[in-house]
């Protein structure tokens, strides 16, 4: 098994081109995990053998059981692993117990660092966006805490395009720190990242960390079109995140020939397919068994022929939506004009 490293945005910093997501740990959120140390300390040493050096929880996790889980499973070795956490979700009854307010951040950084055992967390991300909160107050405690030296870094997960960007030209103007990274839903079978954020991505250069690359199971091809499906898959029972099942099974259809002709799962194709894509910093992997974290380990030797991708693509590919079949449509300048209009705009 041969581990990559890739750039976290532009840090400088590498991490592993898969990530262990530790939702699966703690006991206080059944229908997602239930783990408890014993079984999570074997699936991080699993991982931290196959190469894997970064791993990825949030304080809302089994309400903090996840942090404090995986903070023990990594005890000792915290020099050689990228650890990375999120604040946002409430974390108590309390009328300030949850958001991105200067209180509620300081607060969960805090405990959050308590719960891991550690003295700085490598990646702070916010978990969503805040609407009541102004983001320039978000921002200003985030670079408070890496001004501290309690936070390496900062990033986002699941804002709009439009939300990221304002954050970024806030912090600009402001002189704050900035999101080196966005953590996004990314899969064969939820692709609307590909309108506006992964453009954006590439011209801020951040990195993309990808959350259930499997579409929470989906696309494990456990679940069929006349509705039978493993009684103990995950989505079985929660439902998330959502995905147009017809298109969906259609991109399953697709991925079972790959997967044959490789004599791979469906759902090592699929985590295959999200690697073979150079705006991807890493993939967060989860697992209740060591064997569904071995056949994820077992992606980062796949490789896909362009066919395969090319295949992959076309089956599962977004409808355009306006404005961009707008931008489908062609140039309907006259050849040459683009570039002399160019040259007379510069002079």
Known sequence: MTMNYRLLGNTGVYVSELCLGAM??????EAIGGLGQEEANALVQRSIDAGI????TADVYSTGESEEILGRALAGRRQDVVIATKVRGRMGPGANAVG?????????????????GTDYIDLYQIHRWDPVTDIEETLSALTDLVRAGKVRYIGCS???????????????QRGLETFKATQSYYALVGRELERETIPLIRDQKLGLLVWSPLAGGFLTGKFTRDGSS?????????????????RGFDVIDALRPIAAAHGASVARVALAWLLGKDVVTSVIIGARRMDQLEDNLAAVDLRLTAEEMAALDE???LPAAYPYWMGALGDDRAPGQSRNLEARLKR
């Open 24 to 29: 699966t740990f703690g006991a206080r959120w």
């Open 53 to 56: 050096n970064f791993f990825d």
């Open 100 to 116: 991105l307010s200067r209180l509620h951040i300081i607060q969960a950084a805090e405990a959050s660092l308590k719960r891991l």
């Open 158 to 172: 699941n804002l709009p395009a439009w939300e990221l960007m304002k954050a970024l030209g806030v912090s600009r």
């Open 230 to 246: 493993a009684p103990h898959a995950r989505r079985a029972t929660f439902d998330f995140p959502p995905v147009d099942k017809e």
């Open 315 to 317: 089956v599962s590919r």
